[in-house]
Nanobody
């Protein structure tokens, strides 16, 4: 059974940083692209970032480019999202997910992901 477990969320002041982790079990993440999405109250789930199986190729939403960095450690079956210069509008539940696709237009779409974690809350507030 595939399990993705996010951690690292919390309350942070504007301008601060957080590092989210997603630990995978029940699948060999080497064979999957991994993505992060976020969902704020009353809004649809939005793409944040994705990293292909090799770890050398990434995609970012325009609003996160330059502030967030996605990385993966296949040996630890873990994917990370380093979030810097956080803004109040980054407040949301953040989810990680696995995908068999690699093309950018697929990785941006939530319905192209097979398995999802339960999410971790990120709140940016002073």
């Amino acid at each position: 059974q595939v399990q993705l477990v996010e951690s690292g969320g919390g309350l942070v002041q504007p301008g601060g940083s957080l590092r989210l982790s997603c630990a995978a079990s029940g699948l060999t993440i080497d064979n999957y692209a991994m993505g992060w999405f976020c969902q704020a109250p009353g809004k649809e789930r939005e793409f944040v970032a994705a990293i292909r199986w090799s770890g050398n190729s990434t995609e970012y939403a325009d609003s996160e480019k330059g502030r967030f960095t996605i990385s993966r450690d296949n040996a630890k079956s873990t994917v990370y999202l380093q979030m810097n210069s956080l803004k109040p509008e980054d407040t949301a539940v953040y989810y990680c997910a696995s995908s068999r696709y690699s093309a950018r237009y697929n990785l941006l779409q939530a319905n192209r992901y097979d398995s999802w974690g339960q999410g971790t809350q990120v709140t940016v507030s002073s």
